[in-house]
């Protein structure tokens, strides 16, 4: 989404409810998304969140070693692998 962040489609209710990634960032980009089992991992303009069960459990940025923090786009290849695109044309 373009500022909105990230919502869930709530079946129970019929109607979407947005999922908090971090509090300090109230407008977040959302650029991909791609599961693995039962993770989500979601590429944003600052960084990657790991959720499970709609609940952040990871963030990962320049901090915690990425190349950058915007991430542009994620693939997961024929052996589970998941491949970052950065804003800076870097594939980690």
């Known amino acids: 989404t373009l500022c909105g962040g990230l919502y869930s489609l709530n079946r129970t209710k019929n109607k ?4 908090e990634l971090e509090v300090s960032v109230s407008d977040q980009k959302v650029n991909d998304i791609i599961s693995q089992n039962e993770m989500l991992f979601v590429a944003t303009d600052f960084g990657i969140y790991q959720l499970i069960r709609k609940k952040v459990v990871s963030h990962m940025s320049i901090q ?3 190349p950058h923090n915007v991430i542009k786009s994620l693939y997961k290849d024929s052996r589970g692998k ?3 695109g950065t804003t800076n044309n870097q594939l980690t």
Do not use: A, K, M, R
């Open 16 to 19: 979407f409810e947005h999922i």
């Open 64 to 66: 915690s070693g990425l």
């Open 82 to 84: 998941i491949w970052i």
